[in-house]
């Protein structure tokens, strides 16, 4: 079941919705949202994010919540704007805690995860079945928030 998404917003940014996924047992997917980070003032797509609804071993490695800013919009904090942003649907969804998970390297990712009052938890191998593995990714920081 997934639900309305146009209270997702702020006085910068609105996430607008432009698909959803169903849960897929097969390939251990979880029901997912789609959005693009879109700037209020001007209607400019920013970047795209998505929340992943409820964990499994596969959230365990690629987490609940995924992000990319486009790099001439980076630095201005719109990834943190639309995790929070995306804490008010997982809570809809009665998710208790989210995991959001980044490579080693990428240092904007880890200070996001810092100011939305993320917890790391640990530094994890990814397992060869992943797909983050098959990607190139051997370690993954895995982070946590307690909604």
């Known amino acids: 079941m997934f639900f309305d998404t146009t209270d997702l917003k702020n006085q910068e940014i609105y996430l607008h919705l432009y698909k959803t996924a169903d849960e897929n047992i097969e390939k ?3 029901p997912a949202y789609y959005f693009k980070i879109v700037r209020c003032d001007d209607n400019t ?13 596969n959230t365990r490695y690629g987490g609940n919540i995924g992000y990319e800013i486009y790099k001439p919009f980076r630095g201005n904090h719109y990834a943190l704007k639309a995790c929070k942003l995306l804490f008010l649907l997982a809570k809809k969804h009665q998710m208790k805690e989210i995991i959001i998970t980044c490579s080693l390297e ?8 810092e100011y939305c009052g993320a917890e790391l938890i640990d530094i994890i191998d990814v397992p060869t079945w992943h797909e983050l593995y098959k990607s190139g990714q051997k370690k993954t920081c895995q982070y946590i928030i307690r909604l």
């Open 106 to 113: 990428n240092i904007a990712s880890r200070k996001t995860c």
């Open 45 to 57: 797509e920013v970047g795209q994010c998505d929340l992943r609804v409820g964990h499994n071993d």
């Open 28 to 30: 251990e997917y979880v």
